[in-house]
């Protein structure tokens, strides 16, 4: 089995797939979308893509690739993530910092409080930003990665547990062709794209859920790519597609909306 | 009148103080964050922060200030959006990018189709951006900003409106110690964070604006930076919190949630 995942490796998305099959081929990809795109390709059997973290929140694209590439989630995996100061020297030497944007948002107050002149060089994935450091020798360059990938690199942890919120985790999807059989506990994604534009519509639409006692998990709203204002919502329930009090929400839906089921799969948490 | 904005010169958030008052003072931060703060601690009259764009979708760092830093939204201001590839050279010479990570978004597929190898480095604005290629003089050396960048760092525009989608818009935040007053056009933004957890909650919350027939505008979901799963919502809808059926719908919310205004302020659409 192969999956493809954000690479380099000592990624977030490198430990999710370590946690899903610690036996998988990996394919590392340079992006989140490649990693989407290699198993469109067939070159990949799956993929494992970050959907959100519990304190920066949605992975905005990954919505939009999901809708984009018309692959099903076949299961979600979670990460408890911990950010390590990694580098040479010691924290008064640095004066640059190369940071994923998601790190830098988990870390901004330690950031602000401890490195408030550090330069900040925003890199495409932890791993690379591991890779950066180990690559320059430089004690005026620093990163802030996971663990995994300051032992990979062979960086020093300057101080660890950096993260702003002590307890930090991120929900991945596992991406493939098809999505999961029915267990008894699982969760089910949706895409909601309304054609008709009135007051209260969602309010209808939740109504659906709601009278069939579908507990709603989350609802996140993403532009459609059309005009300011006009969404896309993203919603998240217990239960599985095939569950009859599930399909019929959904039928009653596709009266007033495009609805595409991204996936059931077992849940999580 | 001082306004506290993303700087350097020649970010959106430059181009967004020009709309709404072209004759104000501007002070330039390095962060949305830092925006905030000098609003918080009285060195800016007002601030103006990206909320959200058309394609990229909602800034949700702006939306958990708003809720930290405890100020109003004042006005909401619309700014379109055009990218350009700028620099010195070719764009056969170009093997690095310097891009501000809404830029990389809201450009992705022109970049992986015509500049597939360039390594990618994101940088904290826009502006950030042009000023780094016009010190460093380096043809392989580009990036992609705001026509006002190119303009202010005298940088060439080697290929113009180069976003993957012709209508791109920001919509920003004017911010201050106080909202603004009722006009009969206006939007009110709140906070929502449930203190029940039961199947239908959000429907019954929806439902108070339904049955007064309040057009919602937008929801979002924000972690709480609780545990995975638990969220804040946040919800435009049309009116001002001085209209009887808005402070009423408010009120019956806040039966079963915190409820956080965060501005009743006159609609741009």
């Known amino acids: 089995m192969k999956i493809a995942t954000l690479g380099?490796?000592?990624?977030?998305?490198?430990?999710?797939?370590?946690?899903?099959?610690?036996?998988?081929?990996?394919?590392?990809?340079?992006?989140?979308?490649?990693?989407?795109?290699?198993?469109?390709?067939?070159?990949?059997?799956f993929g494992i893509v970050p959907i959100e973290n519990s304190i920066a929140g949605t992975v905005g694209q990954t919505l939009d690739y999901l809708m984009k590439f018309e692959l099903k989630i076949k299961a979600e995996e979670l990460v408890p993530i911990s950010h390590n100061l990694s580098g040479f020297g010691k924290i008064s030497d640095i004066k640059v910092l190369y940071l994923h944007p998601q790190t830098y948002?988990?870390?901004?107050?330690?950031?602000?409080?401890?490195?408030?002149?550090?330069?900040?060089?925003?890199t495409s994935s932890n791993g690379k930003s591991a890779e950066i450091i180990a690559k320059s020798k430089d004690k005026a360059k620093a990163s802030?990665?996971?663990?995994?990938?300051?032992?990979?690199?062979?960086?020093?942890?300057?101080?660890?547990?950096?993260?702003?919120?002590?307890?930090?985790?991120?929900?991945f999807f596992?991406?493939?062709?098809?999505?999961?059989?029915?267990?008894?506990?699982?969760?089910?994604?949706?895409?909601?794209?309304?054609?008709?534009d009135r007051p209260g519509l969602l309010h209808e639409m939740l109504g659906e859920f709601a009278n069939r006692k579908i507990?709603?998990?989350?609802?996140?709203?993403?532009?459609?790519?059309?005009?300011?204002?006009?969404?896309?919502?993203?919603?998240?329930?217990?239960?599985?597609?095939?569950?009859?009090?599930?399909?019929?929400?959904?039928k009653k839906l596709e009266e007033t909306a495009f609805v595409t089921v991204l996936g059931s799969y077992p849940r999580k948490y």
Do not use: W
């Not at 000592?10 to 290699?38: C, P, Q």
């Not at 995994?148 to 950096?162: G, N, Q, T, W």
């Open 8 to 45: 380099p490796e000592g990624t977030f998305s490198h430990e999710a797939v370590l946690r899903y099959n610690s036996k998988a081929g990996i394919l590392f990809t340079e992006t989140v979308m490649d990693a989407f795109e290699e198993v469109a390709d067939g070159k990949a059997d």
């Open 105 to 122: 948002e988990q870390c901004e107050l330690f950031i602000k409080e401890n490195l408030p002149k550090a330069e900040i060089i925003q």
């Open 144 to 171: 802030i990665i996971p663990k995994i990938a300051a032992d990979i690199y062979k960086l020093k942890i300057l101080k660890k547990d950096v993260q702003d919120n002590r307890f930090n985790i991120t929900r």
């Open 174 to 196: 596992v991406i493939g062709h098809e999505d999961s059989k029915k267990t008894g506990y699982d969760r089910t994604s949706i895409a909601v794209y309304p054609q008709v």
């Open 215 to 250: 507990n709603l998990t989350k609802i996140e709203s993403r532009p459609s790519k059309g005009k300011l204002g006009d969404y896309i919502f993203y919603i998240d329930f217990q239960g599985h597609k095939s569950e009859k009090h599930v399909a019929e929400a959904l």
